[in-house]
């Protein structure tokens, strides 16, 4: 029996997965977890693996469709199965349709709306302009009626349109806009509460310098958060987890997300079962996704499981902010910069490095109580590290 290739489901909320390139032609023989075809999912664009060995055959999904979750856009016959030899079958073309293993292009712009010309009976022919304004408004998408004039009795003329500001609209990809749609739909159906915490971070500033120096790796304090992360949330599980259909339900993974911009909008992959991963691991890993996410190389696993996420812009020069739950989770923690600031010391003003976390909360999963603890949990493990070794 030939193995199907199906459009997977990489999140909850997924229902079609659009395909942007398929890897591998069909009759090519493939390896199994040989990426063989390229989607893009409601959150990124990943590359899918061949679920065994074999030749690729009966493609039925082409560069630009999108296919719902669980459909069968290809077949891997094993060698010698019947249906592995003989001409490829050919995916079914619309009109105009792409060949298979090909790269949609992208449909032609619009053309520029033009000044109507002289003559056509519009407003065009009443707004007195010479014909080089004209043209050159017609070229530059303008409307000739709308422009101020310099010349006699306000005539529009060509230094008039040259001096014009051209309209631009920005396009956005796909990750941009599911990521604004998603963003929405948190910010209007899952209630926000925020905690703010000032914490002193001496000794966490020290503990980076000195795991950089013994393992050589290169450590952020975006990998001591997640470590610390991790250990709280493990004091803390009703903080790993998300509303659903009604319920508080608890992950059973500690799976962290870290929010990465990328030039299409933003992307979160998943450091999974960060609790038990040593620090230079997590180091390798966050380092690894990273690249990875902003050379649009991320995996299906590496953006699945997330159940807490965290989002330092402390290297932007952020003091403070407040991020939007990513759903489904129950709460993001947003990280601002490190500074000095002068704070009280047995009741003396002393300066000291800082660093400002706010907790962001789904008021459906969780509590202020709860997220307050998680929080304060949080901030006697940054401020002493040496307490995970109790």
């Known amino acids: 029996m030939p193995t199907d290739v199906i459009m997977p489901a990489l999140e909850m909320a997924q229902e ?31 590359e899918i ?10 493609v039925t999904a082409r560069a630009g469709d999108v296919v719902p979750v669980g459909k069968t856009i290809a077949l891997i016959f094993a060698p010698g199965e019947a249906g592995a030899a003989g001409p490829a079958a050919p995916v079914g073309p619309a009109a105009g349709g792409v060949p298979t293993g090909a790269v949609a292009s992208p449909p032609p712009a619009a053309p520029a709306v033009k000044a109507s010309p002289a003559g056509d009976g519009t407003a065009a022919r009443l707004t007195a302009a010479s014909p080089k304004a004209r043209r050159l ?10 422009l101020r004039g310099s010349g006699p009795g306000g005539a529009v003329l060509a230094g008039d349109v040259v001096a014009a500001k051209v309209p631009v609209a920005e396009g956005v990809g796909t990750v941009w806009r599911i990521m604004a749609e998603r963003m929405t739909a948190s910010w209007t159906t ?8 000032e914490v002193n971070v001496s000794r966490l500033v020290s503990w980076r310098e000195r795991a ?9 304090y975006t ?4 470590k610390l992360v991790a250990a709280t949330l493990s004091q803390h599980p009703g903080v790993n987890a998300s509303w659903q259909d009604g319920a508080i339900v608890r992950n059973a993974d500690i799976n962290i997300g870290l929010a990465v911009a990328i030039d299409d909008g933003l992307v979160v992959p998943v450091l999974h079962r960060a609790d038990t991963l040593r620090l230079v691991d997590i180091a390798a890993r966050r380092e690894d996704v990273v690249s990875r996410a902003q050379a649009g190389k991320l995996r299906a696993a590496d953006i699945q499981g997330g159940g807490f996420t965290i989002s330092n ?11 939007i739950v990513n759903p489904p989770q129950a709460a993001i923690l947003a990280v601002g910069r490190i500074a000095d600031r002068v704070v009280a010391v047995n009741g003396q003003p002393v300066v000291q490095p800082t660093m400002m976390l706010t907790l962001s909360c789904d008021h459906r999963a969780l509590d202020g109580a709860r997220g307050a ?9 940054i401020e002493e590290p040496l307490a995970l070794l109790v």
């Open 190 to 197: 899952a209630p926000h509460f925020y905690l703010v915490r």
């Open 212 to 220: 950089s120096k013994h393992t050589g790796a290169r450590i952020t």
């Open 137 to 146: 408004a017609a070229e530059r998408g303008l409307d000739v009626s709308a």
């Open 373 to 381: 603890q998680f929080l304060g949990a949080l901030a006697e493990l």
């Open 313 to 323: 812009l402390g290297m932007y020069g952020v003091d403070a902010f407040t991020a």
């Open 16 to 46: 079609t997965g659009k395909v942007l390139k398929w890897l591998k032609a069909p009759g090519h023989a493939v390896r199994k977890g040989e990426p063989i075809v390229e989607i893009e999912t409601d959150k990124v664009t990943v």
């Open 223 to 226: 990998d001591l958060l997640v």
């Open 49 to 58: 693996e061949a679920p065994a060995s074999g030749v690729l055959r009966d």
